[in-house]
């Protein structure tokens, strides 16, 4: 089982910019497909962007399409998450996945990702 750390977590006003970390120890995310879920206080976990062990498959939740990119460096073992123009409803507890089959759903399920980190809030000030 891969260990998974989150940082880069914090309070930023909205329209500013933060890049959350995912490092990995134990084994190599080579052959994991990634993914970023958060929850929302109140709110159900939710998936926001995933990414096969290829790079080959990517998913992208519709309320975060053209300001959040999921990036993997296999070589440094650790995934990243960009976010920009972030919105106040964008706060919550941000959590790094791995899944070690290595795809990812039309729609990633928690269920299929069996690695979790401890998560990192997020808070988006208006």
């Known amino acids: 089982q891969v260990q998974l750390v989150e940082s880069g977590g914090g309070l930023v006003q909205a329209g500013g910019s933060l890049r959350l970390s995912c490092a990995a120890s134990g084994r190599t995310l080579r052959t994991y497909a990634m993914a970023w879920f958060r929850q929302a206080p109140g709110k159900e976990r939710e998936p926001v962007v995933a990414v096969s062990w290829s790079g080959g498959g990517i998913y992208t939740a519709d309320s975060v399409k053209g300001r959040f990119t999921i990036s993997r460096d296999n070589a440094k073992n650790t995934v990243s998450l960009q976010m920009n123009s972030l919105k106040p409803e964008d706060t919550a507890v941000y959590y790094c996945?791995?899944?070690?089959?290595?795809?990812?759903?039309?729609?990633?399920?928690?269920?299929?990702?069996?690695?979790w980190g401890q998560g990192t809030q997020v808070i988006v000030s208006s």
């Open positions: 996945a791995g899944n070690p089959l290595g795809t990812i759903q039309t729609i990633p399920r928690q269920a299929d990702f069996g690695s």
